[in-house]
C-alpha cells in the first residue's frame, strides 16, 4: 500500500526566512509521480509540481525549490526567503503505477501548515 | 478555460435529508474522482471513475454514491447524511490514471447538522 507521510503538522517561519517541508513516500511501484499542491486559506488547491520516479534532478522555480531523492523516499520542498502569502497548507502526494492496478490512486500527505509571520 | 465546477460550493443540510453535489468537467477528461478533507487527515479518495459507467471505490466510500453517465459530469450523492461526513469535498478530473496531472475544483463545504 502507499503512503505519504509529512511529519510536520505545522511551522511557523518569521518573514524573510527559510523553510523547508519535508514528504517522505512508500511505495512498491518502480513508476509513479510525486506531487505538491498549496491551499491557501481560500480553500481551492493550487498545482506546485509533478516530478516523474525517473526524473532525480532538483528543480528550482523562483523562490520555490524541490530535492526529489529516491534513496531516501523523500521529495522535500523549500521556500527561500519566505513572505506571508506562502502562508497555507501544503500537500504532498503520490501517484500510483504509470499503468496497470493501482494506476488510479492518487495518495495524500496529511499536510503541513505553514504560517509565515510578518 | 479548463476546469472542474462544483456545487454548490457551500451546504448545510440536516440529517438524513439526501444530497446530491454536482461535479463538472469541460476537458473531455476520463478520469474522475471524489475526495474529502477532513483536519488532520488531508485528502482521502471517496470514489473514482475510470470513464463512463466505469466507477470503483476509494479508500472512504461508506455513506457514499456515485454515478457516470456522461463523460463530463460525476456526481456525488449521499442518500442519508450524517453529521460525520461534514467536510470539504473535492472533485478532480484527469486525462487518465495518476500519471496525469489531476485538476480539482474549487471544493464543497458540506456541514451536516
Known amino acids: 500500500a502507499q503512503k505519504v507521510t509529512q511529519a510536520q503538522t505545522e511551522i511557523s517561519v518569521v518573514e524573510k526566512e527559510d523553510v523547508t517541508l519535508d514528504c517522505v513516500y512508500e511505495?512498491?511501484?518502480?513508476?509513479?509521480?510525486l506531487f505538491w499542491y498549496k491551499q491557501p486559506p481560500s480553500g481551492e488547491l493550487v498545482f506546485l509540481i509533478r516530478?516523474?520516479?525517473?526524473?532525480?534532478q532538483n528543480e528550482i522555480s523562483g523562490r520555490y525549490s524541490w530535492n526529489f531523492q529516491k534513496s531516501t523516499s523523500s521529495f522535500n520542498f523549500t521556500i527561500t526567503a519566505s513572505q506571508v502569502v506562502d502562508s497555507a497548507v501544503y500537500f504532498c502526494?503520490?501517484?500510483?503505477?504509470?499503468?496497470?492496478?493501482?494506476?488510479?490512486?492518487?495518495?495524500f500527505g496529511k499536510g503541513t501548515k505553514l504560517s509565515v509571520i510578518p | 478555460e479548463a476546469q472542474v465546477t462544483q456545487n454548490p460550493r457551500y451546504l448545510i443540510t440536516v440529517t438524513g435529508k439526501k444530497l446530491t453535489v454536482t461535479c463538472s468537467q469541460n476537458?473531455?477528461?476520463?478520469?474522475m474522482s471524489w475526495y474529502r478533507q477532513d483536519p488532520g487527515l488531508g485528502l482521502r479518495q471517496i470514489y473514482y471513475?475510470?470513464?463512463?459507467?466505469?466507477?470503483d471505490k476509494g479508500d472512504v466510500p461508506e455513506g457514499y454514491k456515485v454515478s457516470r453517465k456522461e463523460k463530463r459530469n460525476f456526481p456525488l450523492i449521499l442518500e442519508s447524511p450524517s453529521p460525520n461526513q461534514t467536510s470539504l469535498y473535492f472533485c478532480?478530473?484527469?486525462?487518465?490514471?495518476?500519471?496525469?496531472?489531476?485538476?480539482f475544483g474549487q471544493g464543497t463545504r458540506l456541514t451536516v447538522v
Open positions: 471513475s475510470m470513464n463512463v459507467e466505469v466507477t
Open positions: 511505495t512498491r511501484d518502480t513508476t509513479y509521480y
Open positions: 476537458m473531455n477528461h476520463e478520469y
Open positions: 478532480a478530473s484527469s486525462l487518465s490514471a495518476g500519471r496525469y496531472l489531476a485538476f
Open positions: 516530478r516523474n520516479s525517473f526524473d532525480e
Open positions: 502526494a503520490l501517484s500510483g503505477p504509470f499503468s496497470g492496478a493501482g494506476s488510479y490512486q492518487l495518495t
